[in-house]
């Protein structure tokens, strides 16, 4: 089903801060789901959210527009995720649609003179994909390099298509209550970007030329993507990163007088460089308003793998980059890098900082946790169809049938493929076959 922008409903309002891992069960999604399509008049929320006053807000406002701060985190989703909020509830689904529509327009077609590019043109492209109703208008194409020389149908490793930056109608800006500004990434599907995925070392970012900050790292496939550059592409100018960069600046200039957010959306790989975008953006500090005010930055991040070290994380968060991690605790990929040296094994005791704790990889933000299906494949736990299908229909048995069509032509194409490089694939789907079986 296309995603469309939330009808009108009463506002509500979260409390207090937290940023404790969250674990959403079917029964409690099931709860979310009800609560989102009654039959009647519209109740209240009777558990962990409190309700608008007549004086809070005006009852005609739309509630995403009375509470999108709260929805964007910036009380780091307290009260919001367990139960899961109705509203948060859908707007996860609405981004995550965002980046499915990734998956749809992406070319894998080796014949087509788009090959590796996206199907359509940004003006048709979310209508030829079924998402005419979004309310975002497509302002720019990004594309991306993996800094990887390995032979192709097509020569050697060259830039393709990775996602899109959008912002809403002047319609769809009074539902929302801002002018979003975003940027949707799909995930992985090429060989070259399986290879980067799995390269795993810590490297210092450096993204900031007048402040390097040595102690945040973060892994070295991620950032090839994101920094490196094909002359050659004829779509496109630049590293994935200068397109971005200008992009979401010059949109920021442009409604500089306008309430606004940056929502950055993606699905494993993509949700690595949405995070690497959030941080940089704020890091350089374009994240201000015409009045110089902070604009908040938000990362939905959906089966997405560990991005840098701790601090990496540390500095997101002292940036003020809300993260929220959708992910299903039987997805091996988001237990990668460092299914050993992680968050979880740099302190001794609690008390006692290990000396190898600045090489050890640490998640960002907040967990929401699906806990759907367990199956030997992990490209199955890890579709985005199947998480964004359990939060729609929390019935395992219908997730099951649903979730297994998103990537089912990039698979077969993967499948046909007889490059050497494919090795690296198999070696992947068997850590993650070890990760799964360890349940680690």
């Not at 008049?41 to 809070?56: D, L, R």
């Not at 509203?87 to 014949?111: M, N």
């Not at 048995?397 to 499948?415: E, Y």
């Amino acid at each position: 089903m296309a995603s469309r922008l939330p009808a009108p409903r009463p506002g509500l309002l979260s409390h207090d801060v937290s940023r404790s891992r969250r674990r959403v069960s079917a029964k409690s999604v099931a709860a979310s789901t009800v609560a989102t399509r009654p039959a009647g008049p519209v109740a209240p929320p009777s558990v962990g959210i409190k309700q608008y006053t007549a004086v809070a807000a005006a009852p005609s406002k739309p509630a995403l527009a009375s509470m999108w701060r709260e929805i964007q985190g910036a009380d780091y989703w307290e009260d919001l995720v367990e139960p899961l909020n109705p509203l948060l509830r859908d707007e996860i689904v609405r981004y995550g649609e965002l980046v499915i529509a990734c998956y749809k327009a992406f070319d894998l077609d080796p014949a087509s003179r788009r090959y590796l590019n996206c199907k359509y043109g940004k003006r048709s492209m979310l209508r030829e994909v079924g998402m005419a109703d979004s309310g975002y208008e497509i302002t720019k194409y990004v594309y991306a390099t993996p800094d990887i020389s390995i032979p192709t149908q097509r020569g050697t490793c060259c830039s393709r298509w990775i996602g899109y930056v959008a912002v809403p109608s002047d319609e769809a800006v009074r539902q929302l209550g801002r002018r979003d500004i975003l940027v949707s990434f799909r995930g992985t599907v090429t060989n070259t970007e399986w290879i980067a995925n799995f390269m795993s070392s810590l490297t210092q970012a450096r993204l900031d030329p007048h402040e390097p900050r040595l102690d945040v790292k973060v892994e070295s496939g991620f950032l090839s993507l994101y920094t490196s550059d094909d002359s050659s592409n004829k779509f496109s100018s630049g590293s994935c990163r200068e397109q971005l960069l200008s992009e979401v600046s010059r949109l920021i200039h442009k409604y500089k007088d306008e309430e606004l957010s940056i929502t950055l959306a993606g699905h494993s790989m993509g949700s690595s460089l949405a995070l690497l975008l959030g941080y940089d953006v704020a890091e350089l500090g374009l994240n201000r308003d015409g009045l110089g005010q902070e604009v908040p930055i938000t990362v939905y991040s959906f089966g997405g793998p560990r991005v840098g070290n701790s601090g990496f994380k540390n500095r997101c968060e002292e940036l003020g980059v809300k993260v929220l991690r959708v992910v299903n605790v039987n997805d091996p990929v988001t237990k990668l890098p460092g299914v050993f040296l992680n968050e979880n094994f740099k302190v001794l005791a609690e008390r006692y900082e290990l000396p190898w704790s600045s090489s050890c990889y640490a998640h960002v933000g907040v967990e929401l946790a699906l806990d759907f299906f367990k199956m030997e494949n992990p490209v199955c736990v890890h579709d985005l169809d199947a998480y964004i299908g359990l939060l729609k229909c929390p019935k395992v048995a219908q997730v099951k049938k649903n979730g297994a069509d998103l990537l089912s032509k990039a698979r077969r194409f993967l499948s046909e493929q007889n490059f050497d490089a494919w090795r690296w694939q198999d070696a992947a789907m068997q850590v993650g076959n070890l990760v799964q079986s360890l349940r680690i």
